[in-house]
């Protein structure tokens, strides 16, 4: 079992469904990742600067690992490259969630956390998949999400149990990203049946465990858990919000005006 | 009175790893200890250079005296039979 392990072996699962998989894994990521370099510069303070950084770069290698291996699945000859800079918005897999706004500190922090928990938590499981390959990754990347939480969680629990004003806005920022973590969750035809192959954990089960650390984290940040709301969010699917093609346009500008452009 | 507009200093050691001593890398600044050792944790240890991370407050640690070099440390200076340049080292011996 390691990074470079053959594709799927002793389970024949259905590599057009299993190539979708993978990339709503390294999409998450790698819009994630591209999200927080925009902090680069403009950290609020320069510590940070490096912290957001190292999160981001750890993200952009989960995605590099997960679009390999999905190219592979695919057996197109399409590389993590090819995977990134030349693929159009609708056919980008990440719940929406990761594309949302950086916003203020407070609202990065966020939504850090509730993905950072939900990756954790996958991941967390994902080492014993039957998929080899995809174990390896995980069992790589749970120690680079672990330290995640950990950075984030503890910004959210100074922000919201700090000042007045740090908490007010915390509070803003939970509630407006909470529905997006419905997505996080919502299980379809593709979850189900990578978990019944036992190549992912069941979604549920993920989130009830999620839940679990955010309410654990959120009661000592002072924050109150939001309310479900219903969703319309399909990202997962490829329908996402108006961000994510801001954030391909910038990410794919040079690969498309320079295809093959090499440095 | 503390300025709370900038957060307090720390000192930043290293131990590059283990059986070696935790050596003085930089310093950072940081709201309290656990954020200062996050922060060490991601300015010191990019390229794997240690295993652990010691923080210190910077208003702990207490300096010698500028001025006072010439008394403190001039002396020791013609007391060259305190360095032990005088023993032959057996090659057997490789690590001293």
């Known amino acids: 079992?390691?990074?470079?392990?053959?594709?799927?072996?002793?389970?024949?699962?259905?590599?057009?469904?299993?190539?979708?998989?993978?990339?709503?894994?390294?999409?998450?990521?790698?819009?994630?990742?591209?999200?927080?370099?925009?902090?680069?510069?403009?950290?609020?303070?320069?510590?940070?600067?490096?912290?957001?950084?190292?999160?981001?770069?750890?993200?952009?290698?989960?995605?590099?690992?997960?679009?390999?291996?999905?190219?592979?699945?695919?057996?197109?000859?399409?590389?993590?490259?090819?995977?990134?800079?030349?693929?159009?918005?609708?056919?980008?897999?990440?719940?929406?969630?990761?594309?949302?706004?950086?916003?203020?500190?407070?609202?990065?922090?966020?939504?850090?956390?509730?993905?950072?928990?939900?990756?954790?938590?996958?991941?967390?499981?994902?080492?014993?998949?039957?998929?080899?390959?995809?174990?390896?990754?995980?069992?790589?990347?749970?120690?680079e999400v672990r330290y995640h939480?950990?950075?984030?969680?503890?910004?959210?629990?100074?922000?919201?149990?700090?000042?007045?004003?740090?908490?007010?806005?915390?509070?803003?920022?939970?509630?407006?990203?909470?529905?997006?973590?419905?997505?996080?969750?919502?299980?379809?035809?593709?979850?189900?049946?990578?978990?019944?192959?036992?190549?992912?954990?069941?979604?549920s089960e993920v989130r009830d465990a999620w839940m679990q650390r955010i309410e654990a984290i959120l009661t000592e940040a002072t924050l109150k858990l939001p309310k479900d709301r219903p969703h319309a969010w399909h990202g997962k699917r490829g329908q996402h919000s108006e961000h994510l093609g801001y954030i391909l346009a910038e990410m794919q500008y040079l690969q498309r005006a320079y295809p093959d452009a090499r440095w | 009175m503390e300025d709370k507009r900038q957060w307090p200093l720390y000192e930043v050691f290293i131990r590059a790893r283990g059986g070696l001593d935790h050596k003085h890398v930089g310093s950072l600044h940081a709201a309290d200890a656990r954020m200062a050792i996050d922060h060490a944790r991601d300015l010191y240890t990019r390229r794997q250079e240690g295993v652990s991370i010691w923080v210190v407050p910077s208003k702990a640690i207490v300096a010698s005296d500028p001025t006072e070099t010439d008394s403190l440390f001039e002396p020791a200076r013609d007391k060259i039979y305190r360095h032990p340049t005088f023993y032959e080292i057996p090659d057997e011996v490789k690590t001293l």
């Open chain 1, 1 to 143: 079992m390691s990074l470079d392990s053959p594709a799927v072996d002793a389970h024949a699962v259905d590599s057009q469904a299993l190539f979708r998989y993978v990339l709503r894994l390294g999409d998450l990521s790698l819009v994630l990742g591209q999200r927080l370099g925009e902090w680069v510069g403009h950290s609020p303070a320069v510590e940070e600067d490096l912290g957001v950084a190292n999160i981001a770069l750890d993200l952009i290698g989960q995605a590099r690992l997960l679009l390999t291996y999905a190219g592979e699945v695919e057996g197109r000859g399409r590389d993590e490259d090819k995977l990134a800079y030349l693929r159009e918005q609708d056919a980008y897999f990440n719940a929406i969630l990761a594309e949302q706004p950086n916003g203020d500190f407070g609202q990065t922090i966020v939504r850090q956390v509730l993905i950072d928990a939900f990756q954790l938590e996958l991941y967390e499981r994902m080492t014993n998949s039957l998929d080899v390959r995809l174990a390896a990754i995980a069992a790589k990347s749970v120690k």
């Open chain 1, 149 to 203: 939480l950990r950075y984030s969680s503890g910004w959210l629990v100074r922000l919201g149990d700090g000042t007045e004003e740090s908490h007010a806005r915390v509070h803003t920022a939970l509630e407006l990203l909470w529905p997006y973590t419905v997505e996080l969750f919502a299980e379809d035809d593709l979850d189900r049946l990578m978990a019944d192959s036992g190549i992912a954990p069941r979604l």
